[in-house]
């Protein structure tokens, strides 16, 4: 009878104990948080992507955008940006942006730009590998353009998250 009374209050206990330590476990994960600079996470994922935002505002001939950043091997990274028009444009165009992040400043500072237009076209994409420093992180940022006759430009904007290089 009493073993069964000190087996109780054991097991008891030890459910207790567990109920705490699985409480504690999820305040520290809340603490943890990802870090947010200028709209971009700060991860140590292998690569990411990042799409024009879901907007009517874009006009009649722009459709969509995208960028990304990829690691590829030691030092590197692949950086890309497409753009894409509802039909065949005048021009259609795409400038990538390569940004590092300092952890100083706490900002991100551009090391890297290129780009790419093609007339009569519906779609231009660019990309470009390129060596970089170990223990930053890196991102893409990409403006998407297009032109139809005399009407104004018609652009919007992409993003990725940050990478970390180790």
């Known amino acids: 009878m009493i073993s ?8 008891s206990t030890m459910v207790f104990g567990l109920m705490v330590c699985a409480s504690v476990t999820g305040v520290k994960a809340d603490d943890s948080e990802v870090k947010v600079v200028d709209g971009s996470y700060l991860t140590s994922a292998d690569s990411s992507t990042g799409y024009t935002p879901k907007s009517d505002e874009r006009g009649e001939h722009l459709m969509d955008g995208e960028c990304s950043i ?19 444009v005048d021009t259609v165009a795409v400038i990538v942006y390569v940004d590092q992040y300092s952890e100083k400043d706490d900002e991100w500072y551009q090391i890297d730009a290129f780009s790419k237009k093609v007339e009569n076209d519906y779609y231009v994409a660019a990309s470009k590998s390129i060596q970089v420093d170990r223990g930053y992180y890196y991102r893409v940022h990409a403006e998407h353009f297009v032109r139809m006759g005399e009407e104004p430009v018609e652009e919007t904007y992409s993003y990725t998250d940050g990478i970390l290089v180790p």
């Open 70 to 88: 990829t690691k590829a091997g030691t030092k590197r990274i692949y950086t890309y940006g497409a753009t894409t028009a509802n039909h065949t």
């Open 4 to 11: 069964k009374k000190i087996m109780s209050i054991v097991a």
